[in-house]
C-alpha cells in the first residue's frame, strides 16, 4: 500500500488538483492507494466514486495540517505501508516515518531566497526523502540551486487524461458566440501577474491592425482580472476579448478545441514561477499550439518552432512577432498537427511507467 498525502484534490478544480487525481487515479490500477486530503464541499459525492479510499480533513490551514499528520503517522504505525507521497514538501514537513517518502515539486512552492527561514525548511524536507519529483527540467535545476542534492532529484512531466469527446451543444454554442471571428486566441489560468494576460491583451491591440477580427478569449478569475478588464477597456479592445469563468468543463474544452492558439507566455513574478504549465499540454490534446515563455518549465510542454513557440514573456515585442510569426500563413495549424501527436509521450499510461520505476 502507498499513502498519498495532499492539500490538493477534487471535486476543487485546477491543475494541481488534476495532477493528484491523474497519478493517484493511474497508481490505484498498480497498488493500493490510501489518500489523505483536505476536506471540500461536496466530496461526499466524488469520494464514494472512486476505487481508493479518501480521508479528508477540515478545519483551519495550520490545524489542519497538524491534524492530518497525526492521522497519518497514526495510520503508518498501525498499517503496512510501502510509501508515502505528497504534493508538497509541507504535506510532508510533520510525518514521522522510516517508511519511503516521495515528494512532487512544482517551481513556486520552493523558490525562496537561498538562506531564509522558508528555504531551510524545504531543503530539510527534501533532503530527507528517497525522490523528489520535478515537474520539469527547470524546477529540478531550481531545486539544486535552491541547496536539494542532486542525486534526490528526478524529472517525471506530469500526465493527462485522455480527452473526452467534445460536446455537441457546446460545440453549437461556440460557433455561434465566435462567428466570423478569426484568428482565436486563448489562455485558461489563474488571473495573475505571472501568466502574463497583461502583455497579451497589449499585443491583441497592434494585431487587431492587421487583423480586425481577431479574438481572444481569457478563462479564469483571480486577483488581476479587474486590472486587465480596464486595460481592455482603456485600449478599445471590447470587441476582441472575451472573459469567461465558472464555465462547464464541456463549454471550456470547447473553446479550446475551436482557438488557434493557446497563448501563456508566462514570466518570473517575485517568486512566483511556471515550473510547468499542463495547461499547454491540455491544449496540444486538441491540435492547439501554443506560446510559452522562456521563463519556467514551459519548454518541457512545448517543443519550439515543433508543436508552438517559447518566447520572452517579458518582451512585448517578441510576444506580439511570436504571435504574428503562428497566424501568418496560417502556421498555428502544423504547429497544431505536430502538438497533437506530440501530447501522447503525457498521457497517464506512459507518464505512470516513470513513477513505477522509482518505486519498484
Not at 287 to 299: E, N, W
Amino acid at each position: 500500500m502507498y499513502l498519498i498525502v495532499t492539500r490538493t484534490f477534487p471535486p476543487e478544480l485546477g491543475g494541481m488538483q488534476s495532477l493528484m487525481w491523474g497519478l493517484t487515479k493511474e497508481m490505484s490500477k498498480n497498488f493500493m492507494i490510501k489518500v489523505f486530503a483536505d476536506y471540500q464541499e461536496n466530496h461526499k459525492e466524488f469520494d464514494k466514486n472512486e476505487n481508493f479510499s479518501i480521508e479528508r480533513v477540515g478545519g483551519i490551514k495550520f490545524l489542519r495540517k497538524i491534524r492530518k499528520a497525526q492521522l497519518v503517522n497514526e495510520f503508518l504505525k498501525e498499517n503496512k505501508v510501502r510509501g508515502v507521497i505528497a504534493d508538497h514538501w509541507k504535506s510532508l514537513e510533520l510525518i514521522k516515518t522510516d517508511k519511503k517518502k516521495y515528494c512532487l515539486i512544482h517551481g513556486k512552492e520552493i523558490n525562496h531566497p537561498k538562506g531564509s527561514s522558508l528555504n531551510k525548511r524545504v531543503v530539510n524536507v527534501l533532503n530527507n526523502v528517497e525522490k523528489v519529483i520535478a515537474n520539469s527540467e527547470y524546477t529540478k535545476n531550481l531545486a539544486i540551486n535552491n541547496g536539494v542534492h542532486k542525486d534526490k532529484l528526478i524529472v517525471i512531466n506530469p500526465g493527462v487524461n485522455p480527452v473526452q469527446e467534445l460536446n455537441k451543444k457546446s460545440l453549437l454554442k461556440v460557433e455561434s458566440l465566435l462567428k466570423t471571428k478569426s484568428p482565436r486566441l486563448i489562455t485558461v489560468s489563474r488571473f495573475d501577474k505571472r501568466k502574463n494576460h497583461e502583455k497579451i491583451v497589449m499585443a491583441i491591440r497592434n494585431l487587431k491592425q492587421i487583423y480586425p477580427n481577431i479574438v481572444y478569449i481569457c478563462i479564469g478569475y483571480g486577483d488581476e482580472e479587474e486590472n486587465i478588464k480596464d486595460l481592455v477597456k482603456e485600449l478599445d479592445l471590447s470587441s476582441q476579448v472575451m472573459f469567461f469563468k465558472d464555465i462547464s468543463s464541456d463549454l471550456k474544452n470547447s473553446l479550446i478545441a475551436m482557438s488557434n492558439i493557446f497563448v501563456m507566455p508566462s514570466i518570473i513574478h517575485k517568486t512566483s514561477v511556471e515550473g510547468f504549465g499542463i495547461a499547454y499540454v491540455e491544449a496540444a490534446q486538441y491540435g492547439i499550439p501554443s506560446l510559452g515563455g522562456k521563463d519556467g518549465g514551459a519548454s518541457d510542454a512545448i517543443s519550439h518552432d515543433k508543436t508552438g513557440l517559447i518566447c520572452d514573456g517579458n518582451n512585448l515585442d517578441d510576444i506580439y512577432s511570436s504571435l504574428n510569426s503562428m497566424i501568418e500563413n496560417k502556421k498555428y495549424h502544423v504547429l497544431g498537427k505536430n502538438a497533437k501527436e506530440y501530447v501522447s509521450k503525457f498521457q497517464w499510461n506512459r507518464v505512470i511507467d516513470e513513477y513505477k520505476k522509482i518505486l519498484n
